[in-house]
Nanobody, 126 residues
Framework: QVQLVQSGGGLVQAGGSLRLSCVAS????????MGWFRQTPGKERELVAA????????YYGDSVQGRFTVSRDNAKNTVYLQMNSLKPDDTAVYYC???????????????????WGQGTQVTVSS
């Protein structure tokens, strides 16, 4: 079992920055690929960024490309999402998620992930 605990998030003005952290316990994250999702009311969870177990491969959704950066520190069992140039449309609950990286590190659908953080609200005011 992997437990994921998120921190960061909050309220920020448009153009500002936030960093989300996701710390794992129970098992090393070094064999897991990670994703960051976001969700707004009435919509499905959307993958915004993903990273392979080694950190060598990353993915970004079109809406966050060039503004968000996903990274990881396996020694600290932690994954990060740095969010810059935030826009009101980025307002959502953000979740980190993990699935075992068996060579297919990129998984777009939320149903493909095994473990989830508790979610954290990010609100961007205009």
């Amino acid at each position: 079992q992997v437990q994921l605990v998120q921190s960061g998030g909050g309220l920020v003005q448009a153009g500002g920055s936030l960093r989300l952290s996701c710390v794992a316990s129970g098992r090393s994250l070094s064999t897991y690929a990670m994703g960051w999702f976001r969700q707004t009311p009435g919509k499905e969870r959307e993958l915004v960024a993903a990273i392979s177990w080694s950190g060598e491969s990353t993915y970004y959704g079109d809406s966050v490309q060039g503004r968000f950066t996903v990274s990881r520190d396996n020694a600290k069992n932690t994954v990060y999402l740095q969010m810059n140039s935030l826009k009101p449309d980025d307002t959502a609950v953000y979740y980190c998620a993990a699935h075992r990286d068996d060579g297919s590190w990129y998984v777009e659908l939320h149903t493909g992930y095994d473990y989830w953080g508790q979610g954290t609200q990010v609100t961007v005011s205009s």
